[in-house]
């Protein structure tokens, strides 16, 4: 599951990846957590993806201009650090598990 969490703490459920794609000019930065991370920012994660902790290894977290956060889980690290080098978000500032660094590119 993915989820747009507005800046008062209420969030909707959003479809994939894809609304982070369309929404890539608003990325200010990306945070990658555990995949146990529950509580991200005072965003609790809703029950539905904590019947399925075991199963992810990262969290991303995508800190937007406006406030708006974009969560979403990842079974491989590895698949979402290949995912995340995009040339759209080349250099952007990057939480590597509380290393800061940028996006590679």
Not at 9 to 21: A, F, I, P, Q
Not at 77 to 102: A, C, I, M, S
Request: aromatic share 12%; no cysteine; hydrophobic share 40%.
């Amino acid at each position: 599951m993915s989820y747009v969490v507005k800046t008062d703490g209420s969030y909707r459920e959003v479809t994939n990846l894809g609304w982070l794609l369309n929404h890539w000019k608003d990325v200010a930065s990306f945070e990658v957590l555990t995949g146990t991370a529950l509580n991200i920012g005072g965003f609790q994660m809703p029950d539905t993806d904590r019947d399925r902790l075991g199963q992810w290894d990262a969290t991303l977290v995508a800190h937007l201009r406006d406030g708006r956060r974009y969560v979403t889980r990842f079974a491989s690290h590895r698949v979402l650090l290949d995912w995340l080098q995009r040339p759209v978000f080349k250099t952007v500032p990057l939480t590597w598990f509380g290393l800061e660094t940028k996006v590679p590119g």
